[in-house]
């Protein structure tokens, strides 16, 4: 059903990841169904915080409502496939799933990398595995 992440995949990754720092669900652009939220990003893919787990391989099409500070519109719609899907290893309740971008609007795609670049901070030297709020370090 869902398995561990094995190392960090760095090595296949060639854009730089970012913890994200601004609440954006993500919904089943079919049925409307909330998948998770937006948790780290970057121009290739994304981390969704979800609260049960999801089938690897499979591909979203995913709907995401956009703000008026990154678009003109108000949503966006595009495919990404699952690639790993782990318990958090802070909350038990909460399944981290990696997603790489698979199918996006040339337009969407600029609109996604203002997102990234709006809303992603750079991972902290200290700990790429936790945010301050996570780690309850203040």
Not at 28 to 34: C, K, Q, R, S, Y
Not at 56 to 69: C, P, V, Y
Not at 98 to 125: A, C, W
Request: proline share 6%; with cysteine; glycine share 4%.
């Amino acid at each position: 059903m869902f398995t561990k992440r094995k190392a960090e995949p760095s090595d296949k990754r060639h854009e730089s990841r970012r913890v994200f720092s601004y609440y954006m669900q993500l919904t089943d652009a079919g049925t409307e169904e909330i998948i998770g939220h937006l948790s780290d990003i970057s121009t290739g893919g994304f981390k969704l915080d979800a609260d049960h787990p999801l089938p690897l391989d499979k591909d979203f099409e995913f709907h995401l409502a956009l703000s008026s500070d990154v678009a003109d519109k108000p949503y966006m719609i595009f495919k990404a496939k699952s690639k790993w899907c782990q318990t958090d290893p802070i909350d038990p309740f909460v399944y981290n799933v990696g997603f790489h971008l698979t199918t996006m609007q040339p337009e969407d795609r600029e609109i996604f990398v203002r997102v990234v670049n709006k809303y992603g901070t750079k991972k902290s030297s200290y700990d790429s595995q936790t945010t301050p709020l996570r780690s309850r370090r203040w």
